[in-house]
């Protein structure tokens, strides 16, 4: 799962969750890639860490679920 210098990236991470079938995890890392564009897949975990800290948990799991939801049914006109 790691890279060749040692340090894991948000990559790595997102290979693992699709292995494992980690859904929320995938969910948080499609959001904050693709989505809200503030990390990018070659970049280290620490940057992922970050948005797991428990004082964003409510604000982050609102818009996961606005952010699945949109997924599911599409953006509201």
Do not use: C
Not at 6 to 21: K, P, Q
Not at 43 to 51: G, Q, R, T
Not at 62 to 77: I, M, S, T
Request: cysteine-free; hydrophobic content about 40%.
């Amino acid at each position: 799962m790691s890279t060749w210098s040692g340090v894991l990236t948000i990559r790595d991470w997102y290979e693992a969750a699709l292995r494992h079938n980690y859904y929320s995890l995938i969910l948080l890392i499609e959001f904050l890639v693709y989505e809200k564009k503030t990390v990018r897949l070659q970049d280290s975990e620490e940057l992922l860490n970050f948005y797991l800290q428990e004082k964003f948990r409510d604000r982050m799991n609102a818009y996961l679920l606005a952010f699945e939801q949109e997924r599911q049914y599409g953006k509201p006109v």
